[in-house]
């Protein structure tokens, strides 16, 4: 468990020290890029949207990693709010088993939600293009597009 929150801290702190990206500058990250995003909408107003989001592309929220809430509880009162939202689908899964099981490692899908300089951020990180199999790369394509819609659908303006 304590190497489980190690990671997820170390990832945690590479996000914030790369700062916000603008979503048509990807970084770099382990596996696919990284695509940030900001809003003015509040950190708990973002996290309602996602959930609907999520939930309304038929995946499953299956963890929270509320690293925010986790440091204040350890006494770092003014830690802000970070939370790491993990979620797949299991058809989506199977579907990507059945062509390269490694592949698998990629999920479940995360989007991360932390408040940086007044602002709500949303990182999300993209499924790799580059596989040998041309079968996992349009896989990859299309989930990448379903999960961009995902996070657009959080902060697109009211009405759009």
């Known amino acids: 468990m304590r190497s489980a929150v190690g990671r997820a801290a170390l990832a945690l702190s590479l996000l914030l020290a790369l700062g916000p990206a603008l979503p048509s500058e990807p970084v770099t990250a382990y596996g696919g890029p990284i695509v940030r995003y900001a809003t003015a909408k509040s950190f708990a107003d973002v996290i309602f949207d996602l959930n609907f989001a999520i939930t309304e592309h038929n995946l499953r929220i299956t963890g929270r990693n509320t690293i925010g809430e986790g440091l204040r509880e350890r006494g770092y009162s003014d830690f802000p709010d970070v939370e790491v939202i993990h979620f797949c689908s299991l058809e989506l899964a199977r579907e990507v088993l059945l062509i390269d099981p490694g592949f698998v490692a990629q999920m479940p899908c995360r989007i991360t939600v932390h408040e940086q300089d007044g602002e709500t951020v949303i990182s999300l990180i993209l499924l790799p293009l580059d596989h040998a199999d041309a079968r996992v790369n349009a896989f990859a394509r299309r ?15 009211q009405g759009e």
């Open 143 to 157: 989930m990448n597009g379903m999960l961009t819609d995902i996070v657009h659908f959080v902060v697109a303006p």
